[in-house]
């Protein structure tokens, strides 16, 4: 699961560098994803969230009580639900592409060209059926997940960023404008993503019928489902505002926004995600059993962990933040140009790598102790503060500021997060994380400083792939120094750290 996770995330980078060679940061990139980002955030608005919160706990409890058949009947109720809504939905998308659109641009508050917005609704109505078979991909994923088959579902993500590269690459040269490739590539990835799970679901004997009777085990899913809409909704907010205000900024600001938080998931989701995976499961246990020491202990924990791995990495892209953009993206049609804007919108992203990784992991923390409300609210809070920063900031800043608005927002919620888990946990201090993150920032800044000293010498004047060799040998010393430095000062997560990975190694 771990390694087909780790290879989607790969591939949708590999992804964004596709899009980045045929589209650059051209006014067709901006449009794509502009259109791409609204049936995606509707998928994560109205397909994931409803399978975590309403489907699953609703079919476990089902099948548990009632049996198989039963199971079968629940299912298949919600999935022609779910079939007949996204069909009405999808129609209304298409058909009303260019109110979409216009909604956008009001958002945005600044004009935007006639031809931006054509093409925008040109692709959003190629787009917008995507989300009806993602849609449907997520309730044949809720069923696996229910049975314990996880990584279909996983390689499901694979199999979209592959369609989706290669409808880009064998149509680039058959469509009049290589964006639309990227559009049928979308659409085939969404059909794709449903129809390799269908012989799987079919082999724990569903069998789709039309029964389009609502029952009571329906409408219950759909109850559970309203607060998790509702926090999903805050951040489908933050997103949409923060696109639209950067498609008035004029051509590259939406496609440079991206390409940084692209990188900066990357690294949430390699590290950061990993961390969090591997120290919390015990968290429920402990919270259920009344064991607060122990909570305490893992989450300060997974803190000095997560400070350990992003401290030099937030240091080291910091410092490197052109050459990391120039040596993923600068070819084909991303220019310099391109380059620059990315790396300016990084600048600002990666102050924030620390405390949004930090985020995550008290997140679930309020998960252990069936506290799902806490993290909506500071969601909320930390939304108007985006949505008033991203107006305030893009005068001054440009599309820098909606980054760092981004980043303050982030700051904020884990800022509250961090003081309001006081009221499950008590107080978060022990002796050992200052000391721990004190000798991790010491490490740190020796590594930073190895590394702003070889990139003036090793990495001035080289661009795209000539960076390959110096950049990989920057990056080796600074990680180099940063692990002499905390051996010098005894840092005790790094032996915990290298125990932590043997054991997974060995299993």
């Given at each position: 699961m771990s390694a087909i996770t780790l290879a989607s995330r790969v591939l949708g980078l590999v992804r964004e560098q596709v899009r980045a060679h045929y589209l650059g940061t051209s006014l067709a990139s901006d449009a794509f994803g502009l259109a791409f980002q609204i049936p995606n955030l509707l998928r994560r608005l109205v397909a994931e969230g409803a399978m975590s919160a309403g489907f699953i706990?609703?079919?476990?409890?089902?099948?548990?009580?009632?049996?198989?058949?039963?199971a079968?009947?629940?299912?298949?109720?919600?999935?022609?639900?779910?079939?007949?809504?996204l069909t009405v939905v999808t129609a209304l998308g298409v058909a009303g592409a260019g109110l979409v659109v216009a909604a956008f641009v009001l958002l945005g508050g600044r004009e935007v060209s006639p031809e931006a917005q054509q093409l925008t609704i040109s692709l959003t109505r190629w787009m917008f059926p995507y989300i009806a078979f993602v849609s449907l991909a997520a309730v044949a994923q809720g069923v696996l997940n229910t049975y314990r088959v996880f990584w279909v579902s996983a390689a499901s993500s694979v199999v979209m960023n592959l369609a989706i590269i290669a409808g880009a690459v064998l149509l680039v040269g058959a469509v009049e404008q290589p964006v639309y490739g990227?559009?049928?590539?979308?659409?085939?990835?969404?059909?794709?993503q449903f129809a390799v799970q269908v012989p799987f679901v079919?082999?724990?004997?569903?069998?789709?019928?039309?029964?389009?009777?609502?029952?009571?085990?329906?409408?219950?899913?759909?109850?559970?489902?309203?607060?998790?809409?509702?926090?999903a909704g805050v951040y489908q907010v933050n997103v949409l505002v923060s696109q639209a205000i950067a498609w008035g900024l004029g051509s590259g600001a939406v496609s440079s926004l991206q390409y940084s938080s692209r990188l900066l998931e990357l690294t949430l989701g390699v590290f950061a995600v990993a961390i969090s995976t591997v120290v919390l499961p015990s968290l429920s246990r402990d919270a259920a059993a009344g064991r607060l020491e122990e909570v305490r202990d893992t989450v300060l924990y997974a803190v000095r962990l997560c400070c350990f791995v992003c401290f030099p990495m937030a240091a080291a892209l910091f410092l490197l933040r052109e050459e990391t953009a120039?040596?993923?993206?600068?070819?084909?049609?991303?220019s310099a140009r391109s380059t620059s804007m990315t790396a300016y919108a990084m600048s600002f992203h990666l102050?924030?790598?620390?405390?949004?990784?930090?985020?995550?992991?008290?997140?679930?923390?309020?998960?252990a102790f069936k506290d799902t409300r806490t993290p909506v609210w500071t969601a909320f809070v930390a939304m108007i503060v985006n949505v008033a920063l991203c107006y305030a900031l893009t005068g001054p800043l440009a599309h820098g500021g909606i980054a760092l608005a981004n980043t303050a927002s982030a700051?904020?919620?884990?800022?509250?997060?961090?003081?309001?888990?006081?009221?499950h946990t008590g107080p978060l201090t022990d002796r050992a994380t200052p000391s721990s993150l004190l000798r991790t920032a010491v490490a740190t800044v020796g590594a930073a400083t190895v590394i702003w000293h070889l990139s003036g010498v090793l990495l001035a004047g080289r661009q795209g792939t000539d960076l390959l060799v110096p950049y990989a040998l920057v990056l080796g010393s600074g990680a180099g120094t940063f692990l002499f430095v905390c051996l010098v000062v005894r840092h005790p997560d790094l032996a915990e750290l290298i125990q932590l990975v043997r054991r997974r190694l060995g299993r």
């Open positions: 706990p609703v079919l476990s409890e089902v099948e548990e009580r009632d049996g198989r058949p039963a079968v009947q629940f299912a298949t109720r919600y999935f022609n639900l779910v079939l007949a809504v990227f559009a049928i590539g979308v659409l085939v990835a969404g059909v794709l079919m082999k724990l004997g569903f069998r789709w019928t039309p029964d389009f009777n609502i029952g009571p085990q329906v409408r219950r899913a759909l109850w559970l489902l309203v607060p998790t809409l509702f926090g120039s040596l993923l993206f600068q070819r084909g049609a991303f102050i924030g790598l620390v405390h949004i990784a930090l985020g995550r992991i008290f997140v679930p923390v309020f998960y700051l904020v919620q884990t800022t509250l997060l961090a003081v309001l888990l006081r009221r």
